[in-house]
């Protein structure tokens, strides 16, 4: 089980976007990923009219290490670190360490 998941919102902690918010994209193989809105590049894109592909600068998110995210806790409003615990049926869930407090409420 991963600590950071597909839509969960994470906080950067380092880099030149430390601070900012947004929702996890994609999670990598690799160990990486990609969050809404951070680490935006500039990608110089060729046209290709036989797969409908416009040319010019396209901005999208590059990937970062795990590492360098944290998830944000909406009560302390801070990146968190989390921890896994296993219910009384048995469901292995993710806490937030400060607080014990369950971050999948489903």
């Excluded at 290709?48 to 998830?71: D, F, K, T, W, Y």
């Excluded at 909406?74 to 407090?101: D, H, M, Y």
Aim: hydrophobic content about 35%; glycine content about 10%; aromatic content about 2%.
């Amino acid at each position: 089980m991963k600590k950071i998941r597909k839509g969960d919102m994470v906080v950067l902690i380092t880099g030149r976007d430390k601070g900012r918010r947004g929702a996890v994209i994609e999670v990598l193989a690799d160990d990486r990923v990609r969050v809404e809105g951070v680490n935006m590049l500039k990608k110089h894109q060729k046209p290709n009219p036989q797969m409908g592909v416009q040319g010019g600068i396209i901005e999208r998110e590059a990937p970062l290490h795990v590492s360098n995210v944290m998830l944000y806790n909406p009560a302390t409003q801070k990146g968190e670190r989390v921890g896994f615990k296993a219910l009384e049926s048995g469901r292995k869930v993710r806490i937030f360490k400060s607080n014990q407090e369950m971050v999948d409420a489903k």
